[in-house]
């Protein structure tokens, strides 16, 4: 090293210098194709995470596809009871992660490891097959139950209509009515005040005639001055008499325009509604004390056209015609229960029916022990509607099984339908003799109507338990003589199945009505409940080979990247799966 003395900097130099950038860039680029290799590893490890998720989730909704058609088809339940599942699991998933038709480079590598195969939930349990049931009827149950209450109540609806209508009549003529007296009233008024006027012309025109004796030089025994007051006071009394008069005329013309158009609308609603309402309720006209009615309203609307009528004259000729010479109308209500108190009963009785159509929002707590009643009545035979295509005991009588047999399983056919023909005449029994003891006009003491009901209930009991296990349907209450049952009016009949829905409902013995449903399930068709699962569950393994992380000194970590572990410079990966029907 030389150093100049003039002060100048001098420069420094080595031998052999080359090649120190080099060996930095050497360095500098290790670095980074060991970071990038360990991103590249990490990559790769969340690629194979998220092909093996898919994988397994697809090989197990396979599995589950390979469902028992019998099962299905003849009690629209879903279970798979195939054997050899776990092989069918590997098979699918191996299936899935293997490299296309084509494809040369494989990134990952996998390797198949094994998996673990779980089936649970069986419908021998009473709360899955419950689930599979309310799944099955959540769209058929309400379809099948409105038709059969639109069935039962359609003539007790179109009934509840018709009598709305008729109301609506009843109502409309007792305004007619009140509007008829309103006249009335004003008519006798118009002839007070007609009277009074003519009273008060006749005393002005005797006052005009003394006034003219006066003036002709006559001997008049009132003063001119007072002549001249009572005379002012009279045409003040007729032009006040005069106007009351136009009053009257002109609110008794309102008034009969507003009779004649409700007259009108009364006699289109009485043609209109009731064909309109028997259209839509599908009903038969009704008869009995519905046809009464309506011929007494008809009555009663011919009456009131004939009273308006009456009240024809024009307004001119009510002004021009002396006094006394227009008919005065004081019509007498016509209109049937016109009665405060009846009214009041009836719109009470209407309401009730309102309350009793709008039910639909109670039933909805006891949903799913509807549903299950009617998949009991859909898919299970009953003695009238036999099911099943096997022939074993309990081919005719598999909801009466669930219903009858106690808590005895295995009870014999012959004691299932004895305990059945029981109950069901129990049922008759019951509603017979309310309608007798409700009913009956005789006899009137309550000990002799109670022994009277009893005894005609438990004859007619047996004979509407024969019908209904023949096959056909009886009223809701039998009575004799039928014309002594009000119920026969609304012509609503139950079947056999009918009154098997309704015990069904009253037996609130759930678990026992599931376990009865799975064990018939296994004696119509053989296939075991136990045996058959609606849940798979497990975890499937796979292993890939990793690239950089080996060679940073990774080859065995329990705690691997994303929840993975690495054994031998291999990192193994997990996906638990879990699918139901």
């Known amino acids: 090293m030389a150093t100049c003395l003039t002060g100048e900097i001098s420069t420094v130099k ?71 599942r776990q092989a069918e699991l590997d098979r699918y998933v191996k299936a899935n992660l293997s490299l296309a038709a084509g494809q040369r480079f494989d990134l990952l590598s996998f390797r198949y490891e094994g998996s673990e195969l779980l089936l649970g939930r069986p419908i021998a349990d009473p709360p899955v097959l419950k689930q599979q ?43 007619i009515n009140d509007d008829i007296k309103r006249v009335g009233e004003i008519n006798r008024d118009l002839k007070n005040n007609r009277e009074k006027m003519a009273r008060a012309k006749e005393s002005l025109a005797s006052l005009d005639r003394e006034s003219d004796s006066v ?77 009464g009615t309506r011929r007494s309203l008809d009555q009663s609307v011919k009456k009131l056209k004939q009273e308006a009528a ?11 015609d002396p006094p006394g010479s227009s008919a005065i109308v004081a019509a007498e209500a016509v209109s049937p229960s016109s009665n405060g108190d009846v009214d009041a009963a009836v719109d009470t009785n209407l309401k009730l029916m309102d309350d009793i159509f709008g039910l639909e929002g109670t039933l909805a707590g006891l949903r799913d022990q509807l549903f299950v009643n009617e998949y009991a009545l859909a898919r299970l035979s009953y003695q009238t509607d036999p099911k099943g295509g096997a022939e074993y005991r309990y081919k005719s009588t598999e909801v009466e ?123 119509r068709s053989g296939i075991d409940p136990g045996q058959s699962y609606t849940q798979l569950g497990g975890q499937v393994n796979v292993s890939i080979p990793l690239w950089f992380l080996p060679l940073a000194g990774v080859q065995n970590l329990d705690q691997g990247p994303f929840d993975t572990r690495i054994r031998e410079g291999r990192c193994y990966i997990s996906k638990t799966v879990e699918f139901s029907y």
């Open 14 to 84: 080595y031998k052999d210098e080359k090649g120190t950038v080099t060996i930095y860039l050497v360095i500098v680029f290790m670095a980074m194709i060991l970071f990038i290799g360990l991103f590249l590893d990490l990559a790769r490890i969340k690629v194979a995470q998220n092909q093996l998720r898919r994988a397994a989730n697809t090989s197990a909704r396979s599995v589950l596809a390979e469902f028992n058609t019998p099962l299905h088809n003849g009690y629209g339940l879903f279970a798979t009871n195939k054997p050899n």
């Open 133 to 175: 049931i309310l799944e099955e009827m959540k769209y058929a149950a309400p379809i099948g139950m409105a038709q059969d209450l639109l069935d039962k109540f359609k003539m007790i609806r179109g009934t509840a209509d018709s009598f709305k209508t008729l109301n609506q009549s009843r109502k409309q003529v007792r305004s």
């Open 215 to 291: 003036r002709g030089g006559g001997s008049g025994g009132t003063p001119p001055g007072q002549l001249k007051a009572q005379k002012t006071a009279l045409q003040q009394e007729i032009r006040t008499r005069k106007a009351a008069v136009d009053r009257n005329l002109a609110e008794s013309q309102e008034t009969r325009n507003e009779i004649q158009a409700k007259l009108d609308a009364l006699e289109k609603r009485q043609k209109v509604e009731p064909n309109s309402s028997a259209a839509k309720t599908g009903s038969q006209p009704e008869t009995g004390s519905l046809d």
């Open 310 to 320: 009456a009240l024809g004259e024009n307004r001119e000729q009510r002004r021009t």
């Open 401 to 523: 099984y669930i219903l009858f047999s106690g808590m005895s399983p295995g009870a014999s056919p012959e004691a299932v339908r004895a305990e059945a023909a029981a109950k069901i005449y129990g049922v008759r029994f019951a509603l017979d003799m309310l309608a007798y003891f409700a009913f009956s006009k005789i006899p009137e003491d309550p000990l002799l109507r109670t022994i009277y009901a009893l005894a005609m209930a438990a004859i007619d009991a047996a004979d509407d338990t024969k019908i209904l296990r023949g096959g056909g349907s009886v009223l809701i209450a039998e009575m004799r003589p039928s014309s002594a049952n009000p119920l026969a009016k609304l012509n609503i009949r139950l079947n056999y199945k009918d009154h098997l829905r309704l015990l069904l409902l009253l037996d609130q013995d759930e678990n026992r009505k599931l376990t009865r449903i799975a064990e018939l399930i296994e004696a």
